[in-house]
């Protein structure tokens, strides 16, 4: 596994290569944003770690033009800026995580860790763990979902999104039922953070076709289910 710090503090990026590298995990650091921008963008990245703040291009700025860009590679921020707007603001930009500094580097590890179990599952036998709705298919093991035989490229989050709504198919879900299941962290009830990852989310599996299968109950939540 192979781990990207971008982080302009030098004593961090000492501390946290030392601290992977006990864990047998690969380790490529950058010191700014545009550095560590183009390192991601070259591939073969397992988990990208950042701070929001950086030279040459902040961690938000980064972590836009990655999903903007369909990067679907992990991401967690590691920053010391802990207000909520800031916690919302990365993750409605698409991070999977938020940790704030000073942080506890077990704790840390432990994020890391669950999050690349999530990505890297181990392949299902047979059947087991799939989901199907309509044209959809959904391999839980794999974290691989297809529609209309054509491979949807999800984030970590988005597939975390869709498997939820999957599993309670037909089912209502409202905006804090589904905060509550995805994001660890607390989000504010008035945020719009689980609205943005849906209309990311229909962008890659309701966009390109015809028939619609995401669907909004005005004032109560979100659905997936075929419609007539």
Known sequence: MKLLIIDADT????????????????????????????AAQAGGIDLVLLDADLPRRDGFSVVESLRTA???TPIIFLTARGSVEDRVHGLSLGSDDYVIK?????ELLARIKSLLRRTRAPPADGVRGL????????????????RSGRHLKLTPKEFALLSLLAR??????????????????????????????????????????DKKMVHTVRGVGYVLEERA
């Open 11 to 38: 004593k961090t990026l000492q501390m946290l290569q030392n601290a992977f590298a006990a864990e047998g995990y690969q380790v490529q650091v950058a010191s700014d944003g545009e550095e560590g921008l183009h």
């Open 70 to 72: 369909g990067n679907d």
């Open 102 to 106: 000073p942080f506890v580097p077990a």
């Open 131 to 146: 989901l199907r709705i309509g044209d959809l298919e959904l391999d839980l093991i794999r974290h691989r979902a297809v």
């Open 168 to 209: 309670q198919r037909g089912q209502v879900l409202s905006r804090p039922v589904i905060a509550g299941q995805i994001w660890d962290t607390k989000l504010d009830a008035n945020t719009n953070v689980v609205d943005v990852h849906v209309r990311r989310l229909r962008s890659k599996v309701d966009d390109p076709f």
